[in-house]
């Protein structure tokens, strides 16, 4: 399993990026994915998922509205749209892969590096 993840940066209170994550080593449409977090000195926070057939999604309430998960499973990348952002959003980013083809994250999922995302003014 590799997840590569992409798009983080700084940016303004406000703003927007796109996280993209790059997956390899297993059959990507199978699985459910998510993204979650962990902000400078705090617990790992899952934000969003979706099932492996694009049949849902789901999002932590603090996103909801402002983020949008997606996922292009024809090329194997899972994204992150974030719109809004605030700087309670800084954290690293990490693209997880899902244990079955619907959600139902684990803190032992396979993820990847990560990518930074801070919000500042």
């Known amino acids: 399993v590799q997840l590569v993840e992409s798009g983080g940066g700084s940016v303004q209170p406000g703003g927007s990026l796109r996280l993209s994550c790059a997956a390899s080593?297993?059959?990507?449409?199978?699985?459910?994915m998510y993204w979650v977090r962990q902000a400078p000195g705090k617990r790992l926070e899952w934000v969003s998922g979706?099932?492996?057939?694009?049949?849902?999604?789901s999002y932590i309430d603090s996103v909801r509205g402002r983020f949008t998960i997606s996922r292009d499973n024809a090329k194997n990348l899972l994204f992150l749209q974030m719109n809004n952002l605030k700087p309670e959003d800084t954290a690293v980013y990490y693209c997880?892969?899902?244990?079955?083809?619907?959600?139902?994250?684990?803190?032992?999922?396979?993820r990847g590096q990560g990518t930074r995302v801070t919000v500042s003014s």
């Open positions: 997880v892969k899902g244990k079955s083809a619907y959600m139902g994250f684990s803190e032992d999922d396979d």
């Open positions: 080593g297993f059959t990507f449409s199978n699985y459910a």
């Open positions: 979706i099932n492996g057939a694009n049949s849902g999604t």
